[in-house]
């Protein structure tokens, strides 16, 4: 009779209740890692991740990519309206600029590089962190840890604002032989940074613009290319 049944919507006549609160297995949503997040929802039902921490956007938790090690792509675009340069490693965020702006507003330039993402990098690499300067519009990325906690400690959020860890990659000094430097450049005209890791581009700012203009900051950090 329903008045006992543990589960009267579905038919469950050997009434088992595992974790022993009243209600038949039948009738509970699993949440097999015990997060507090039901499987039928859960981006990584197998792990235990309750903030579900998504990096990449691709719909699986980092929780369930952390042992992966896998390399990410870096999206690139082109914003005319500013001329500068924006990088994602986000799926999300590439598929939404894709989808939302016609393609004289941001012009999509395919992948820069790989890189590892948060929770999901080998041992050796180190954090590259994303800014966003609201001035300029533009997004700042650097892997030096003093010139990320100056710009933390100097500049109003209003100004700069911190957006945490973009992804991982190697410092020059530490790189594995098969990885590819990915350059820094200061734009002197609308005081944005550019970077690149292909060296042709590299090269043609260096040998066409004067250093007024475009001023070489040397290896940013290391990446793979694949």
Same mark, same amino acid.
């Not at 039928?40 to 039902?45: I, K, S």
């Not at 900051?217 to 694949?226: D, E, R, S």
């Given at each position: 009779n329903d008045d006992v049944d543990n589960c009267p919507s579905v038919s469950n006549a050997d009434q088992t209740d595992t974790d022993g609160n009243g209600t038949g297995d039948a009738c509970e949503v699993a949440d097999s890692d015990n997060d507090g997040v039901n499987d #039928?929802? #859960?981006?990584?039902?197998s792990v235990s991740n309750a903030d579900q921490t998504d990096t990449d956007g691709n719909g699986t938790g980092d929780a369930c990519e952390e042992t992966q090690e896998t390399l990410y792509p870096i999206y690139r675009f082109w914003f005319p309206q500013n001329k500068t340069h924006f990088f994602t490693m986000n799926e999300n965020e590439k598929d939404n600029i894709i989808n939302t702006f016609p393609a004289e507003k941001f012009q999509y330039g395919g992948v820069a590089y790989y890189a590892y993402k948060a929770g999901a990098a080998p041992e050796g690499t180190s954090p590259v962190y994303r800014f966003w300067f609201t001035q300029n519009k533009t997004h700042f990325f650097t892997m030096n840890e003093n010139e990320k906690d100056n710009i933390i400690n100097t500049f109003p959020t209003e100004k700069f604002n911190y957006g945490g860890i973009a992804w991982y990659a190697y410092k020059a000094d530490s790189a594995p032989e098969d990885t590819i430097p990915v350059y820094r450049f200061w734009f002197t005209q609308n005081k944005t940074h550019f970077f690149t890791a292909n060296e042709n581009e590299k090269n043609n700012i260096l040998d066409t613009f004067p250093v007024e203009k475009y001023q070489y900051?040397?290896? /940013?950090?290391? /990446? =793979? =290319?694949?």
């Open positions: #039928d929802v #859960d981006n990584c039902p900051g040397g290896v /940013a950090w290391h /990446a =793979y =290319y694949k």
